[in-house]
């Protein structure tokens, strides 16, 4: 029996971390959008009383939609994997690629765990005192919106990445998408401190602008990786021009070829 190509294909490993990438992206978008309906946030100055009618008509939602995250979040993983493999191909230094991986790794847990845990234990238990549950409201939200700083380095860190490569393996227009990302992270900090207004968690400022950008800064990056898969040659040198795709077919049977 005739193996699948695809198991033949030296690019196996990066398809399939750049597919779980777009797959963890999508369940994101489900499950924060839809599903537990947390995006857009709820209000910061809500009282206690409006807290518990804001997690009793979600119940059902948030069990369900970050049980899913519990599950599946882990996909997470292969976006940073793939971005830190993509700076390795740059004419860096490993250390660019390594402080994104450890700042990535790290910021996951604060950036997008808490929001799912205060959510689901404000959910398990609805008779809990309404303070109480106030408590895990501003907890999950703060979380999530107030600690984007985090990202902020990382985003950084990609940029000077990109515009000292010398191998194209990203284009520079994308070098300063990554600082349009990361000034996003900055203006989502006052949250902290503002029940209400533009720099509130669900301001104009710290939510509506900020998922703009980080919506189109996403969709690029994805997109990017992808053509990155498409012209990487396993050198060390400037990543090829991208070829039509039945140029790219006749490249891979050369490199597969005894």
């Known amino acids: 029996m005739r193996r699948p190509a695809l198991l033949d294909d030296p690019k196996r490993e990066l398809w399939l971390a750049w597919y779980a990438t777009v797959a963890f992206y999508s369940l994101y978008t489900v499950v924060f959008f839809i599903i537990t309906r947390t995006q857009p946030p709820g209000r910061p100055w809500y009282t206690p009383t409006q807290v518990v009618g804001w997690f009793a008509s ?6 369900i939609g970050f049980g899913l995250i519990f599950i599946l979040g882990g996909l997470s993983a292969t976006s940073i994997a793939l971005i830190t493999y993509s ?6 230094s490993r250390a660019f690629a390594y402080s994104y991986l450890i700042i990535y790794a790290v910021s996951a847990v604060p950036g997008f765990l808490f929001i799912c845990v205060a959510m689901t234990v404000g959910a398990f238990r609805p008779g809990r005192n309404p303070e109480i549950l106030r408590w895990l409201y501003d907890l999950g939200f703060l979380s999530f919106s107030g600690t984007m700083g985090v990202f ?8 000077v990445a990109i515009l000292l490569d010398k191998n194209r393996v990203f284009p520079a227009w994308f070098g300063y998408l990554n600082l ?28 509506w602008i900020n998922v703009v950008v980080f919506g189109l800064y996403t969709g690029a990056f994805i997109f990017l990786l992808r053509n990155m898969i498409l012209r990487e040659d396993f050198g060390t040198g400037p990543l090829p021009d991208l070829l039509p795709p039945e ?9 597969m070829s005894p």
């Open 58 to 63: 979600r119940h059902e939602g948030l069990l």
């Open 87 to 92: 700076i390795r191909r740059m004419s860096v």
């Open 152 to 159: 902020l380095i990382g985003s950084l860190i990609w940029m």
């Open 180 to 207: 349009c990302n990361a000034l996003t992270e900055v203006v989502v900090a006052p949250s902290w401190i503002f029940h209400a207004g533009v720099f509130a968690w669900n301001g104009v400022i710290a939510w």
């Open 247 to 255: 140029g790219r077919g006749r490249v891979l049977a050369e490199y």
